[in-house]
């Protein structure tokens, strides 16, 4: 199997870089389209849970408990935290403050050194730091984002809270897209919760693993008992301005001992183990609408930034450092949909009809491909290993097919995938799930409304379609994000088999492993005490799935073994924060908005769009 490019990269999050120079602005580009808020799951009922764990015996007499962790006899100790494990928390060590603003026209500001409290301090609980000042790129009315807070007592939490006009253009989306989603309006709130479980799909080993080729690797080892783990920090909610319904801020990373992620207009190093911030570098990222790199080369990322994402920067995301700036100079500008790449001395850019690759050290094109001047042109591209992958279309929107290819990083074709339709019906391709065996989610069909999804597994000579796996868009949730090439976090690819997870609201919560050689699906892992699942990494040969909270239950990592065919618990999360998890992470609906992910024994939940209307749904939590 083809190996993806590890995402935690090495390197030293504490040094600190010189001030880099604006890079020029300019460009246009078409108007991000609207996004739709998800719909919000009631709030859990308050009070003594007293649900047994997910697949742990309980004695009768214990207390309220977690995921699976017997508590005793007695309750928990004194001073013991409301509802956990019994377990003390400790308080983190908190971020300092950023008022630094940001560069308008591209390229990074210096980075903003960890706050007022220094190597060894400890602020008070509820101390946080405030991100710059009230302004076009502060949060509206002088709010606070960026900084970690230590965990919240317990019984707080917040509600996604979608207006009305949300809710039919919801409807309206599922029953064009005709499959994947249910919605049924009942009185039964549990229900209801349960029947919005929706595909998702995103970056691997940096956000989710990496796409395209197996699962990464990078994370540590497994650890030989499962963790009773506390909730280690958080960061609060993205403030979106009151002219705005929404902001994405996707992209996250792990390096060394820290994760870096995409947060409003900010790039932002935290602390694994305390989410005190290392570093923060402001810059504009168009509401959301500029986007980074799934993939990390030599710890650096590609973003673009810029008003029309005219500008596409490289981070050292190590040390907190801009690397250069290059302005794209092309009449047509990337949208929320196009993702930069980085290999080597190239960095790959998509803008819709077209992209190209510019080289690093000079800032100059190295090639250009466009439907403005030629029939086919590549339209996407991520990056595998030491190639990068690409999707070309040919003519207007692909009606006359197209291939994926790869190449190295000067550009040179290595091999191709050339396609034209699939069973008599034109074909497109949406996202590559893998490269070795090649793995592709497709559409086949006239029109959008008659279309229909299917996975392919290409053969080895890569001239034709093998098989065709018995996928059910009605069973199983859809393991990509539509319309974007490399998010697929919702399919795991390890050793010629690929792992979806099954639709909970069909009251069928399972992982289904798929044979690649064959095309069939070979055998299925129920969810341990029910719930819903979604597999998002390869640990140890094991494939690591996340069971979120639910109105009872807090959140669970499990493993699956491909040897026993059978799931074992490998972390249940703080059950004192189960209001917070099921808010940011137990809706389902849009999947795409929120990602697990894990590092040396640590999971991290990532909220990746933020919702003018939501209740304090935090940014990141991370479990310990």
Known sequence: MSQPPPNQPPGSPGEQPEQPSAAPGGGFGPPPAPGTPPIAPPLPPQGQPGQPGYGYPQPPAAPAGGYG??????????????????????????????????????????????????????????????????????????????????????????????????????????????????????????????????????EADGEGGDSGGEAGEEGGTLPAQAIEAGLAWEVPKLEVGADEILTRSKGAWFVEDAVVRVL???????????????????????????????????????????????????????????????????SITPDQYDFPAILGDTVAVSWGIGGGGYQISTGEQVWVSSTETQNCAENAYMVVEDQFISLMECGWLGEEGGSVRATDEAGNPLWEFAYTEFDGQPMEVRSVLSVEPLTLVISVGESFSDNTEQIVVVNEDRTEIEHVLEYDTSRH???????????????????????????????????????????????????????????????????????????????????????TEELTAVMALDRA????????????????????????????????????????IPSVLAYR
């Open 69 to 202: 962790f017997p508590q005793p006899p007695g309750g928990p100790p004194p001073g013991a935290p409301a509802g956990g494990y019994g377990f003390p928390q400790s308080a983190p060590t908190l971020g300092g403050a950023s008022s630094q603003q940001p560069t308008l026209g591209g390229g990074f500001s210096a980075p903003t050194p960890p706050g007022p409290y220094g190597p060894g301090a400890t602020p008070t609980a509820g101390g946080q730091s405030q991100f710059g000042a009230p302004g076009p790129y502060g949060p509206p009315g002088g709010g606070t984002y960026g900084g970690a807070v230590p965990p919240p007592p317990a019984g707080s939490g917040g509600q996604r809270r979608p207006p009305v006009w949300a809710l039919i253009s919801l409807v309206v989306i599922l029953l064009a897209a005709g499959g994947g989603a249910y919605w049924f309006f009942t009185g039964d709130e549990k229900t209801t919760e349960a029947q919005n479980r929706e595909a998702d799909a995103g």
């Open 264 to 330: 409003g207009n900010q790039l932002i190093s935290y602390d694994l183990a305390t989410g005190r911030e290392n570093w923060t570098l402001p810059f504009e990222l168009s509401g959301g609408d500029c986007n980074a790199s799934p993939n990390v080369d030599d710890n650096r990322i590609a973003i673009l930034q810029g008003r029309d994402c005219e500008v596409v920067s490289v981070v050292d995301i190590a040390a907190g450092e801009e690397l250069t700036s290059i302005p794209l100079n092309n």
């Open 577 to 616: 924060a189960r209001q917070k998890e099921y808010a940011m992470m137990g809706s389902g609906m849009f999947a795409h908005d929120n990602l697990p992910m894990w590092h040396e024994n640590t999971l991290v939940l990532v909220d990746r769009v933020s919702y003018e209307e939501e209740d304090a």
């Open 477 to 563: 949730l859809a393991p990509c994000e539509l319309n974007v090439l490399s998010s697929c976090s919702l399919g795991v690819v390890h050793d010629d088999y690929l792992y979806l997870a099954t639709n909970e609201s069909l009251g069928d919560n399972a992982l289904v492993a798929f044979n690649l050689t064959t095309g069939q699906a070979e055998y299925e892992a129920d969810a341990i005490n029910g719930g819903a699942i979604r597999p998002f990494a390869v640990q140890d040969g094991k494939i690591l799935a996340y069971q979120p909270a639910d109105y009872e239950l807090e959140g669970m990592v499990v493993a699956l073994d491909p040897a």
